[in-house]
Structure formats: structure tokens, C-alpha cells
């Protein structure tokens, strides 16, 4: 019962400290799920990150649901889940009760717009961090900087690109183990 507790509140303190969405909320995970708890690999956190965009809801949450399922089954991705969004629901409930009080106020516009710079940092820490565990060799870096031109030239959805990358790699992938088998033979 300890480690649905250790669950539940890790992904709460994932959830309380992911300001500017999902995508904050990738370090955090790379250092709590990865580094600290060691229920996921750099690799596997890639690849849950990338489903949670392609499929229907919240990346963050989508991420939280399949790492806990992955450590502890279905309980697990649904504790998960409840985690990463019960301080959401809490700071959103306050926000909305001192709205109108609270907005106007410059302070909180300019500590708003620092949290906001300091987001974009830890998003970019963590992408060159899994970048370096996911960018491997020649076919992985053309498909990165193919997607990478795509996705700021083109304005492709991401969810196109990261099926159309899925799908390049995986039939490369497959075409360069059947050159190697007939070299082979």
C-alpha cells in the first residue's frame, strides 16, 4: 500500500510544480521518475511523452497515466493520474475563488512572466537531456532535424509528425536489419 501512497504523491508533486503545462513537466518527471525512482528509463519516458501527445487529452497527464500503469497496473495509472491533476484542481479552485482580486496586481504579472522564462528553460535543459539518449546516429538525427524543420516551417500538428517520425524509423529501421541479413547470407 506504501508504494500506491509513494505513487499518488510523487505525481502530486509533479503536478504542483509543472507550471506552463505539459511540456514543464518533463524534467521534472525525467529527474523524480527516472533519475530518483527508477520506474521508468530515459528511453521509455521518450516514448510515453511522445504517445501522450499523439493521443486524445492532457500530455502531462496522459504520461502520468501510462508510467503508472507501467510501475503498478491499472491502480497505479489511475493514482497516477488523480496525482498529477489533484494540485491543478486545488490551485485552480483558489485562483478562480481571488480572480479578480488577484490578476491586476503587478507583482503577480511579473513573477508570472519569470516563471514563464524559467519554464522554457527546464524544457530545453530536458530536451538536449533526452535528445542525447534518443539522437543516437545518422537515421535518428535526419529524423530529427527533418521533424524539427517541419514542425517550424510546415506548422504540421505534432501529433502528425510524431507518427510520420514512428513510421520513417521504424520502416529504416526494419530496411537497414534486412540489408545487413543479406549482406549476411
Request: proline share 3%; hydrophobic share 50%; charged share 15%.
Amino acid at each position: 500500500m506504501n508504494t500506491y501512497f509513494d505513487l499518488f504523491f510523487t505525481f502530486a508533486k509533479i503536478g504542483a510544480c509543472t507550471f506552463g503545462g505539459g511540456y514543464a513537466m518533463l524534467p521534472i518527471l525525467q529527474r523524480e521518475v527516472v533519475e530518483k525512482k527508477g520506474w521508468a528509463t530515459d528511453e521509455e519516458l521518450t516514448d510515453y511523452y511522445a504517445i501522450g501527445q499523439c493521443t486524445p487529452g492532457i500530455i502531462a497527464v496522459n504520461t502520468a497515466t501510462f508510467i503508472g500503469y507501467k510501475y503498478k497496473g491499472y491502480l497505479g495509472g489511475v493514482l497516477a493520474t488523480l496525482g498529477v491533476v489533484f494540485p491543478s484542481i486545488v490551485i485552480i479552485t483558489l485562483i478562480a475563488t481571488f480572480l479578480t482580486n488577484f490578476a491586476d496586481i503587478p507583482v503577480v504579472r511579473h513573477a508570472l512572466t519569470g516563471v514563464n522564462a524559467c519554464v522554457v528553460a527546464l524544457i530545453a535543459s530536458s530536451v538536449i537531456k533526452l535528445g542525447k539518449s534518443t539522437v543516437k546516429d545518422a537515421v535518428t538525427v535526419a529524423i530529427f532535424l527533418v521533424v524539427l524543420g517541419l514542425a517550424f516551417f510546415a506548422g504540421l500538428s505534432p501529433a502528425i509528425l510524431i507518427v510520420c517520425a514512428g513510421v520513417v524509423g521504424y520502416v529504416t529501421r526494419r530496411l537497414l536489419k534486412l540489408g545487413k541479413e543479406a549482406e549476411g547470407k
